[in-house]
């Protein structure tokens, strides 16, 4: 990445302990006594989602060697922290989205699950997803396929099902279903293309295609495909306009008029 994050970020926290030095040592633990991100990463991941069942130490072995072995994992993860700090007007700092934010905290964790779901070890690929929802109130199946570039916005309620798949620089809002019908097998789940704007509450139903570029209004229910560049809304959802940008995901304009 051309950005230093992992400098940024601690910077940030160090400027954040002279406001509130009530909270130095909660920045010191979970950023500045680690030497990188992928290890603060870890660790906090693995603090939230350790368990009676699971010990803190046991799963930050398995995200430590998941980070370590696959490098796509922490460039995915460097992707989704920029994309979030660029798009959502909420978020002033790199290290409040890596501490606070359960959609960016849930994704990074959605993919080690994921790491673990290619490496055949299904059973704790389920456990990690279980944890995760409980955790977070996201579920993510871990064999879906997702590219980086991914804003999780507010998060809570967000279904992404077992055979979908989300390329790049795609964002999401809360309550969002990417789901199947019930009554299929096999890839029975959406496929959503680059630079898609899911609106609030929306409901994507099987195995179709949103298009590159397309915006799904809030509380939209999405039953067959859409075509690129294009803007539905509605219960079916049908076509309304057309977004004014080519990436809707990178604007963040929930416009549904015939012009965005």
Known sequence: MTLDLWAIIRTEIKDQIMLEPELGNFFSRRILQHD????????????????????????????????????FIMLAIERDLIATRQRDPAVKYYSSTLLYFKGFQALQAYRIG???????????????????????????????????????????GIVIGETC??????????????????????????????????????IVIGNVVIGEGAKIGAGSV??????????????????????????????MSHDLNHNG
């Open 222 to 251: 999405v039953l067959n495909d859409v075509s690129p560049h294009t803007t539905v809304a509605g219960i079916p959802a049908v076509v309304v306009g057309k977004p004014r940008v080519e990436q809707p995901a990178l604007d």
């Open 165 to 202: 798949v989300l390329d790049n620089n795609i964002s999401i809002m809360q309550g969002v279903t990417l789901g199947g019908t019930g009554k299929e097998s096999g890839d029975r789940h959406p496929k959503v293309r680059h630079g898609v704007l899911i609106g609030t509450g929306a």
């Open 36 to 71: 990188s991100l992928e290890a603060a990463l870890s660790d906090l991941l693995a603090h939230k989602l350790a368990s009676a069942d699971f010990a803190h130490n046991a799963l930050r072995q398995i995200f430590d060697a998941a980070l370590r072995e696959d490098p």
């Open 114 to 156: 994921h790491w673990l779901w290619r490496h055949e070890r299904n059973g704790m690929a389920l456990y990690l997803q279980s944890q995760i929802a409980e955790v977070f109130c996201v579920d993510i199946h871990p064999a879906a396929v997702i590219g980086s570039g991914i804003l999780v916005d507010h998060a809570t």
